[in-house]
């Protein structure tokens, strides 16, 4: 990490795994290449140091999924920070902390995810008393509604939503920067129409295959590629800490013992006993297993993790790529 990053995460008073994105020399070769795998966002300085940073203005995303989004857009005119990017804190049970609140009172513009997904970034808005449009929620043009599934980075059609509406927040609250802002959100899009066409090829050999999951974090992706997503009875109890009926988990067991399911997919951020049992069942009876997270891993962008994804759903259902 260059040691511009350290300073400024000092200065915040941040703990570990804030990510700064500080997205500026190699930006252009980043949004035409969202296969490649580079670590642009933790790896870059801010060009100007710290004190130039601090002059900008700051955006503050609840998740660094949103955050990464974001920052491609709004940087480098912007500065973005984000507060949960742990994979081991189980975003759904998040508490903010003090640190939080004096964070989001600073930003200019604050992101979240919405669906009831952090509803503590909506207390923490609240009470800054930030103007209702300088609150980016990505739930706010996706057709989620109250008890659907919130996890809305992973639905391409939110996403790309959100990337316009973000790019015009921006855009307002900075006028004299419009031009980049709608210039870098239209090569997000690209990013997007990228990972839709990958979906899609891959979708013409999984289509109507039988996947199941712990937790509905990857609904939305298997939505994508027609998967027949099963057990879902199951991964709602697990996503509200509710334990599982009897029944809904034998069926799942046998499901898995009698290879009607061709995938399980985990999330890593649940480590719950139940959970741990269904993937050694999984093992045993040869059905292959993707984990997954709810935070963006480090040093990747949210394109490249997607279709880092897709790849790995294609591999493990047998997909020649
Ligand atoms: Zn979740």
Redesign the pocket.
């Given at each position: 990490m260059v040691r511009s990053n350290v300073i400024l995460l000092h200065i915040i008073d941040w703990g570990i795994g804030i990510m700064a994105f500080p997205v500026k020399k190699k930006q252009n070769f980043w949004l035409k290449s969202a296969i490649c795998a580079l670590g642009v966002a933790g790896t870059l300085g801010f060009g100007g140091g710290a004190a130039q940073a601090a002059k900008m203005p700051l955006v503050v995303a609840a998740e660094n999924t949103w955050g990464d989004i974001a920052a491609q857009i709004a940087a480098p005119d912007m500065r973005v920070v984000a507060i949960l990017s742990s994979p081991t804190v189980d975003?759904?049970e998040y508490q903010a902390t003090p640190t939080d609140a004096r964070m989001i009172a600073a930003a200019e513009l604050v992101v979240a995810n919405g669906a009831g997904?952090d509803t503590w970034a909506d207390k923490l808005v609240a009470a800054s008393g930030l103007l209702p449009a300088r609150y980016v929620k990505a739930d706010s043009w996706s057709p989620w509604q109250e008890g659907g599934n919130?996890?809305l980075w992973f639905n391409v059609d939110a996403v790309s939503a959100f990337v316009k509406h973000f790019a015009e927040a921006c855009a307002h609250i900075d006028p004299e920067h419009a031009d980049g802002y709608a210039g870098r959100a239209e090569k997000m899009q690209l990013a997007i129409q990228s990972i839709q066409a990958h979906a899609g090829l891959l979708k013409a050999h999984v289509a109507g295959m039988h996947v199941a999951a712990t937790?509905?974090?990857f609904t939305p992706l298997a939505d994508l590629l027609g998967l027949q997503m099963d057990e879902q009875a199951y991964q709602l109890a697990v996503?509200n800490d509710v334990e599982p009926a009897p029944s809904t988990v034998a069926t799942f067991e046998s499901d898995l013992k009698e290879h009607r399911l061709k995938m399980l997919v985990y999330?890593q951020q649940v480590e719950e006993p139940s959970v741990r049992h269904l993937l050694e069942l999984a093992q045993q009876s040869n059905v292959p297993t993707l984990p997954l997270s709810?935070m963006l891993p480090p040093r990747k962008h949210w394109q490249v993790w997607v279709h880092d994804i897709l790849t790995q759903v294609g591999q493990l259902l047998g997909v020649q790529q």
């Open positions: 975003p759904h997904y919130p996890h937790e509905p974090l996503m999330n709810e």
